[in-house]
């Protein structure tokens, strides 16, 4: 069964700790993504991966890196974490294309205290 | 741009009633449609889709109709479950090849009372 795997279900960290999120794919999939979710604001794209080392942008980056250095691994970074960055992660992946859909991972829930 | 509007939840029905959600859209060219499902505290899973106009998805009993002349891609199912309570995404892929052009509604949360 093909899947999106991220490395943590649960996560607790501290204000100003760096945080690693990873995210896994067995699909080989060329596009990767990184979204947050919060009550009442939906989904919002903090990052996504066309290619391996590249990066773009989305709507949120402010406080967020990413690597992509294999095809299958697409890592969120938040390099000094802080409160407003609780939340659920989402990874998913992608075949280019306009009729390919995504396939998410479980979600990791993260607080920061 | 590009983007999806789907109907404000909650939604709340009882066992065996109709559901429909609904979706309408904003693209240029010919986007595919999705819908996507969320069920408490996990990802979001692909429901069914559609990549052109009057073409059906359907999957789980739901079901739902690419109407390229309203827009629409509401989402139905004739006799729901307690099982089916989760979160809705109504989403749109645009027509480019490359990068990120997918779109999802706000999500319309569902649940089923027995």
């Known amino acids: 069964d093909v899947k999106v795997t991220q490395s943590s279900r649960y996560l607790v960290k501290r204000t100003g700790e760096k945080v690693f999120l990873e995210c896994v794919q067995d699909?080989?999939?060329?596009?990767m993504f990184w979204y947050r979710q919060d009550p009442g604001l939906g989904l919002r794209l903090i990052y996504f991966?066309?290619?391996?080392?590249?990066?773009e942008k989305g709507d949120i980056p402010e406080g967020y890196s990413v690597s992509r250095e294999k095809k299958e691994r697409f890592s969120l970074i938040l390099e000094s974490a802080s409160t407003n960055q609780t939340s659920m992660y989402l990874c998913?992946?992608?075949?280019?294309?306009?009729?390919?859909?995504?396939?998410f991972g479980s979600g990791t829930r993260l607080t920061v205290v | 741009g590009d983007s999806v509007t789907q109907m404000e939840g909650p939604v709340t029905l009882s066992e065996e009633a109709f559901l429909t959600i609904n979706c309408t859209y904003t693209?240029?060219?010919?986007?595919?449609l999705f819908w996507y499902v969320q069920y408490p505290g996990e990802g979001l899973q692909l429901l069914l889709k559609?990549?052109?106009?009057?073409d059906k998805g359907s999957n789980k009993g739901f079901e739902a109709t690419y109407r390229k002349e309203t827009t629409s891609f509401h989402l139905e199912k004739g006799s729901v479950q307690v099982s089916d309570s989760a979160v809705y995404f109504c989403?749109?892929?645009?027509?480019?090849?490359?990068?990120?052009?997918?779109?999802f509604g706000t999500g319309t949360s569902l649940t089923v009372i027995p």
């Open positions: 699909m080989d999939h060329e596009n």
């Open positions: 693209a240029t060219g010919y986007p595919s």
């Open positions: 998913a992946s992608r075949l280019s294309g306009p009729r390919e859909g995504y396939t």
């Open positions: 989403a749109l892929s645009g027509p480019s090849n490359t990068g990120n052009q997918f779109y």
């Open positions: 559609a990549t052109k106009a009057d």
């Open positions: 991966s066309y290619d391996v080392k590249m990066k």
